[in-house]
């Protein structure tokens, strides 16, 4: 352990793992294969990672039992970070956590997520400092995580997420509680200040300069709810300075619109009727917007002066599934929305179809997805996901592995309907199979997000 980790001695990780009853046995000779065994680096982190755990929790008060953990951005969700100061006789002040070495705490902060950073950085101040450093350094790769949906309620000062990995929900205080959130990319909020008709870009979980991102003024003659239909971000800003923001905004006309980082102003083009578009996202450098009207899919490029349609793709077929047995008198009533979300295994562009009544009640009766197929610019009918699954919120939809992420349900749609628990339903029974109770989808909207840190 002493020379992959660069401490000078075995005994000081053993104390450390004592301090948190780690070993609660006499350490006694073993056979030499046994050492061997337990000398791995990936065992090294694993015991690394629970000392972080323990220390946050034990240290900080950090109740695992709270059902909700209120926090501020980069707080410690609910901690509240110290200063490295002297303290009375303790665990963590025999064990000079704070001297850890760099190596070691970059090697703790690889193997940690978001939410365990957030805590990491609670401990005192120089772990701040060191994950600070980390989080903004080139060589900082986020560990993959699953999307939190994310509930927001207008005017209200705080924003709900909820994690399915942890089973458990979150609130994130907010300043600007009279702004409105209009949509989620890349896990970036984007906000609307009604006074100086600004629209910005947020990452609710930075609190650094870095995690807002003042976007120009744009002209709204009309009803603020119907600024912004759609929005996405070609990249992540936490990654690079050098992404586009395309929105849907306004009605009739409609406008689609264009701003790339560093620029003092919107590129826009205004819709005819025919195009009026309900949904978007942005595959391999183009954006792919769904027209209401004419049930299309027209491509448009945005690297130029001037963005301009460069193909569309035939209508989305309309079929209502035979095992749903819709009667036929209310047929005409029922209601559809279009989403669209990227293959996370072949790059493929998926359009998830939801359809649902809003009379007498409202009833979401299923889904169905179709693949495009560039080569033949049409849409073909998919069975299943395999081993992938989608979110569905009020503002975006996301694809993710099932693989990467065993907790959820491969072949399956997440979803929340108008104040019902988030449902998975399962494409191949095509039918709901599950539900999360405690989490409860009647907010103004929804969006998933995967939590991110912005320099």
Not at 114 to 121: G, S, Y
């Amino acid at each position: 352990m002493a020379e992959n980790l660069g401490l000078q001695k075995k005994k000081r990780v053993a104390t450390m793992a004592e301090s948190f009853g780690l070993h609660k046995k006499r350490r006694v000779a073993k056979p030499q294969s046994c050492v061997r065994q337990s000398n791995r680096p990936d065992r090294q982190a694993d015991v690394l990672e629970l000392i972080v755990k323990r220390l946050a929790a034990e240290s900080f008060g950090f109740q695992k039992k709270k059902r909700v953990a209120t926090m501020a951005p980069e707080s410690s969700f609910g901690l509240q970070k110290k200063r490295c100061v002297a303290k009375p006789q303790s665990s963590v002040q025999q064990s000079n956590w704070s001297d850890l070495h760099a190596d070691v705490l970059e090697l703790i902060l690889k193997r940690l997520a978001v939410v365990d950073t957030i805590r990491f950085k609670a401990v005192c101040s120089c772990w701040n400092i060191a994950a600070s450093s980390y989080v903004c350094s080139p060589l900082y790769e986020p560990m993959l995580q699953a999307p939190w949906i994310m509930f927001h309620y207008n005017y209200k000062a705080s924003l709900n997420f909820f994690s399915l990995t942890e089973n458990r929900p979150y609130k994130i205080k907010r300043d600007d509680k009279e702004d409105l959130v209009l949509g989620a990319s890349h896990g970036w909020l984007l906000n609307f200040n009604i006074e100086s008709k600004t629209p910005y870009l947020l990452n609710p979980f930075s609190s650094s300069q870095g995690g807002k991102i003042q976007l120009p003024w744009m002209d709204c003659s009309f009803s603020y709810w119907m600024v912004f239909n759609s929005v996405v971000l070609s990249s992540d800003p936490s990654r690079s300075k050098n992404f586009t923001v395309a929105t849907l905004n306004g009605f009739y006309p409609q406008r689609l619109s264009f701003w790339d980082h560093g620029d003092t102003k919107w590129r826009s083009i205004n819709m005819t009727w025919w195009n009026v578009y309900e949904y978007m996202i942005c595959h391999k450098g183009e954006i792919y917007a769904f027209s209401r009207i004419a049930w299309t899919v027209d491509v448009w490029d945005f690297h130029g002066v001037s963005p301009k349609q460069t193909f569309y793709i035939e209508s989305v077929p309309l079929t209502l599934h035979e095992q749903w047995k819709v009667p036929k008198e209310i047929e005409y009533s029922v209601e559809r929305r279009i989403f669209m979300v990227e293959s996370s295994l072949l790059g493929d562009i998926l359009i998830v179809e939801r359809d649902f009544l809003l009379e007498p009640i409202f009833f979401i009766i299923g889904f169905k997805v179709y693949k495009l197929n560039l080569s033949e610019g049409r849409w073909m009918p998919l069975q299943g996901l395999s081993d992938e699954a989608i979110l569905v919120g009020h503002a975006n939809a996301v694809l993710i592995s099932t693989r990467d992420f065993p907790e959820f349900e491969e072949n399956s749609i997440y979803y929340g309907g108008e104040g019902c628990d988030l449902r998975v339903y399962n494409l191949k029974e095509n039918k709901v199979i599950k539900s999360y109770p405690n989490c409860r989808c009647d907010a103004d909207s929804t969006c998933w997000m995967v939590p991110t840190f912005s320099p």
